[in-house]
């Protein structure tokens, strides 16, 4: 965590992690509109001290530019608890960055939270009775006031389960809810599939323009395809020895569906052809409990797991015939993960109940941990804008010479760093003058560079692929972060003797030449000392 900590501000762009009186295990974005700030749901589990509750909160928060060198704040939330992150700051003083507009009772733990697609003030929850609560989180009720409509299951059993998902907008709102599960319209239940699995663990409506298709997967470990309209199963395949608990549909290809598992893997398939998924991601240490396809971007999706990890993937990467799990052994940070694997959230710290994309911006996502923790955040630029084939941006890019990025170091005059596109992260102290006489050629290979400038003072080779970006410390001197294209940080210190004949304090000598020609290093700076 102290790890992932110091390299946050180099892997995010926005993060805010908000400590809870209690634990989440579902969230939601709302539908973005007009005229209102950004908005999400989330619904609380206490111990029964406290009643349940489903909290609608307003996001009151604008960008910052640039992040500065110590960009870490704090900020209390009114209502909710605090928070720490970077990025982000309230749009004025005074207010909450994250506020509670409504408190809505809810007769047990929300499992699941959904807001209607087409009305984005209606929000559905499942109870763990089994039971379905609409509410209008606009309109007016009592205090502790409850559900606007209840949908009861149609067994008189109760069955806790977390399947839950509004349907495309038809002409009578539809919604699917699982455990004993029906499909259900104003007059009653359209498609019961109580029988089907079992237990049905997740559902999830295909969205294109097309008859209404549902999907659904259980703890039998299959996938079974229905036709809401004719109330008919189409599609019924076995896909799994363990628990199915996630399944979601493809927004851009109505073939294509993703689904997960006790097991820990993640399997896309095409409905074309169920006899093996057309890629099987691999990353997680535990049950994957949510998997969710981007709504803005093709071939992307992300997954949550109770290995307190959420993991983003393209599936634009793909394999080659000879690549083995052995050569890309440590994807992500992870060993032996899917060449897929595009970004590790891991700021997470217990089992990641569930999370969301936002529709408000590419990228934006907010997700909820069993350790009472709702994570806001999004990647760095360098990742989204380099998986961006949207054709609407261009991605980042390096100068004519390759080089990214160049920063001064906060601790000492004429000292900067600067990475590149060639791989490697340079050093470069600009009390280092050239003399009139002195040529290229008489220092023709400076740091290893061959041609390199005299001022070159100390070259990290050590990662393998375009550095993307990378940080001074400002707790101790020369200590760096960077980043890579190939999933690498590192987390780094040159060796005192550069240290040493680059002080300019002068409470240490410089480096020397022995007569024999060796180097001697000096003693660390009294600060490291």
């Given at each position: 965590q102290l790890a992932w900590h110091l390299s946050a501000p180099l892997l995010y762009d926005l993060y805010v992690d908000c400590s809870l009186r209690w634990p989440a295990l579902s969230v939601a974005w709302l539908p973005d509109e007009p005229d209102e700030p950004c908005r999400l749901a989330f619904g609380l589990h206490t111990d029964g001290s406290e009643p349940h509750e489903v909290i609608i909160a307003e996001l009151a928060c604008s960008y910052e530019e640039?992040?500065?060198?110590?960009p870490w704040q704090h900020?209390?939330?009114?209502g909710l608890g605090h928070a720490v992150g970077f990025g982000c700051d309230v749009k004025a003083a005074g207010t909450s960055l994250l506020r509670p507009i409504a408190r809505l009772a809810h007769p047990t733990e929300v499992n699941r939270v959904l807001p209607c697609p087409s009305r984005p003030r209606v929000l559905a929850t499942k109870a763990a009775t089994g039971a379905v609560l609409l509410f209008d989180y606009k309109g007016e009720r009592p205090p502790g006031g409850g559900p606007d409509a209840t949908l009861l299951p149609t067994s008189a059993e109760a069955a806790d389960g977390f399947a839950l998902a509004w349907g495309p907008p038809p002409e009578q709102s539809q919604h699917k809810s699982g455990g004993r599960a029906a499909?259900?319209?104003s007059g009653g239940p359209l498609l019961d599939i109580a029988d089907a699995h079992g237990e049905v663990c997740a559902v999830a409506f295909c969205r294109s323009s097309g008859p209404p298709?549902?999907?659904s997967v259980g703890n039998d470990g299959h996938l079974r395809?229905?036709?809401v309209r004719a109330g008919v199963r189409f599609v019924s395949a076995s896909i799994s020895k363990n628990e199915v608990l996630a399944v979601d549909w493809s927004y851009h290809q109505d073939k294509v569906l993703a689904t997960s598992g006790k097991g820990g893997t993640v399997h896309i398939w095409d409905l074309r052809s169920m006899r093996e998924p057309q890629h099987t991601l691999v990353g997680h240490d535990g049950e994957v409990v949510a998997v969710k396809w981007a709504p803005f971007q093709e071939g992307l999706l992300a997954t949550c797991s109770s290995d307190t990890r959420l993991l983003l993937w393209d599936l634009s990467a793909m394999r080659t015939d000879n690549q083995t799990f052995e050569e890309e052994s440590d994807v992500g940070g992870i060993p032996n993960a899917s060449p897929e694997l595009l970004f590790t959230h891991s700021g997470h710290a217990a089992?990641?109940?569930?999370?969301?994309?936002?529709?408000i911006d590419d990228f934006l996502l907010c997700s909820v941990s069993e350790d009472c923790k709702l994570h806001i955040w999004q990647p760095s630029a360098a990742v989204h804008a380099a998986d961006s084939s949207s054709g609407d941006d261009e991605p980042v890019r390096a100068g004519e010479d390759g080089t990214v990025a160049v920063k001064w170091a906060p601790f000492q005059e004429g000292l900067l760093a600067t990475c590149s596109s060639d791989?490697?992260?340079?050093l470069w102290d600009l009390s280092a003058v050239r003399t009139d006489n002195q040529t290229f050629e008489e220092e023709s290979v400076v740091g290893g560079i061959p041609n390199a400038s005299p001022q070159l003072l100390f070259t990290h080779s050590g990662h393998a692929a375009s550095v993307s970006d990378f940080a001074w410390s400002d707790i101790d001197d020369f200590l760096l972060c960077s980043v890579s294209e190939d999933c690498k940080l590192h987390i780094w210190q040159p060796?005192?003797?550069v240290q040493g004949a680059d002080s300019s304090s002068g409470e240490d000598e410089p480096v020397g030449v022995g007569e024999d020609g060796t180097h001697a290093a000096g003693a660390r700076s009294a600060k490291r000392a």
């Open positions: 640039e992040i500065s060198q110590n900020w209390s939330l009114d499909v259900q319209a298709s549902l999907a395809l229905w036709d089992s990641v109940s569930d999370f969301a994309w936002s529709d791989t490697r992260l340079l060796s005192a003797a």
